[in-house]
């Protein structure tokens, strides 16, 4: 779990009161491996299991954030299925309203940022004990 989690779900916090939240049940996909996609999604409860060809690739908790590439990458398409494995609640952005959060909470680009470091070195250890 992301030792930082408790202050970057506070950011996502203050920036879901100024947008609507989604909430996903568990077993719901919330997107497929291959769709095209141009929203990032935050974490604000529960859980998200990452899979690509029915292998986990990684549990996400409150606090983290995914799809961050669709705001980058011209014509993204997923490279995971983003499936809740427990109840959640999930603030979703689209490029503007990114950059809007960016310019109303620099935190949050520093903690998004910090948290794609944690779990690309998470990823990096699993691979090496395998």
């Known amino acids: 779990m992301n030792p930082n989690a408790n202050l970057e779900l506070k950011t996502m916090a203050a920036l879901a009161l100024q947008r609507p939240s989604r909430s996903v049940k568990a077993g719901e996909v919330i997107y497929h491996d291959g769709n095209a996609g141009d929203t990032l999604f935050g974490l ?27 705001l980058v990458e011209q014509d993204h398409h997923r490279d995971a299925t983003a499936t809740a494995s427990a109840d959640a609640e999930l603030l979703e952005m689209n490029r503007e309203e990114f950059l809007f959060a960016l310019q109303e909470l620099p935190m949050f680009a520093l903690e998004l940022v910090h948290d794609l470091e944690n779990r690309l070195h998470r990823l990096k250890s699993r691979l090496s004990q395998a």
Not at 44 to 70: D, K, M, N, Y
Request: net charge negative; charged share 10%; aromatic share 4%.
């Open 44 to 70: 604000l409860s529960g859980q998200i299991e990452l899979s690509s060809a029915r292998v986990c690739l990684e549990t996400l908790g409150p606090g983290s954030c995914f799809g961050a590439t669709a």
